[in-house]
């Protein structure tokens, strides 16, 4: 059982352009958890979703981010016109029901985002 | 208010233990983890402990909850070179039921040999 894979591993945008971020969940998850680690800093929360919907965008900033998880496919994390302060490791969590229960978060290796 | 602090480094010996404390404000805490993250990787589930338990063993790793003074720590017994890396501690809330982590900033181990 593979774990959670995302992908790129290592992004590197120059300031406005699109950065589009990929993860798939271990196999029978249907709950995905994007989290953002700023350099030397802990992991924030940004979004939670379960397919086809979005249950939690209250870490997620306002503007330029945006994420899916489609019925078929890997979930997105798109943030647009990067700018210098979305460098950054972003990872993605999934968990096969809520998470807080007896079952938890798995990580992904993460996306390291660099914005020139 | 959602807040968890922990040291933001330690170093030990090998063959040593090493106690990392992390303490949390939200007294309505279900579950509360630990994760390990090796320089460049993503992040390891090492173990977790339910709000309404004290203590936890699982062969070298101890985990300890002080729920009074929402204190949490985890004791690694006999560190080897091998356990340096960052060490976040964890909570989950009950909030809506969204299931979402709140992260230390974590505490970074580094073991001498």
């Known amino acids: 059982n593979a774990g959670v894979m995302q992908n790129p591993r290592h992004l590197v945008r120059r300031r406005g352009q699109e950065a589009r971020l990929r993860c798939s969940p271990m196999k029978g998850h249907s709950h995905v958890y994007w989290y953002r680690q700023l350099p030397e800093e802990g992991l924030k929360f940004m979004v939670y979703?379960?397919?086809?919907?979005?249950?939690?965008e209250s870490g997620m900033p306002k503007e330029r981010f945006s994420a899916e998880f489609p019925k078929e496919g890997p979930s997105i994390l798109r943030i647009q016109q990067v700018v210098r302060g979305d460098s950054a490791a972003y990872f993605c969590a999934s968990s096969p029901r809520l998470a807080g229960s007896q079952e938890t978060q798995y990580f992904g290796p993460g996306t390291r985002l660099l914005v020139l | 208010g959602e807040d968890v602090e922990q040291s933001l480094f330690l170093s030990v010996r090998e063959g040593d233990s090493s106690v990392i404390n992390c303490t949390y404000t939200?007294?309505?805490?279900?579950?509360l983890y630990w994760y390990k993250q090796e320089p460049g990787a993503g992040l390891q589930l090492l173990t977790y402990?339910?709000?309404?338990?004290d203590m936890k063993q699982d062969q070298r790793l101890t985990v300890l909850l002080n729920k009074k003074d929402k204190h949490l720590s985890l004791r690694i017994a006999d560190t080897q070179t091998g356990d340096s890396a960052i060490y976040f501690c964890a909570e989950s809330l009950p909030d809506g039921n969204t299931g979402k982590l709140i992260f230390g900033q974590g505490t970074t181990l580094q073991v001498k040999p």
């Open positions: 979703l379960q397919k086809e919907n979005i249950i939690d």
């Open positions: 402990i339910f709000s309404n338990m």
């Open positions: 939200d007294s309505s805490s279900t579950y």
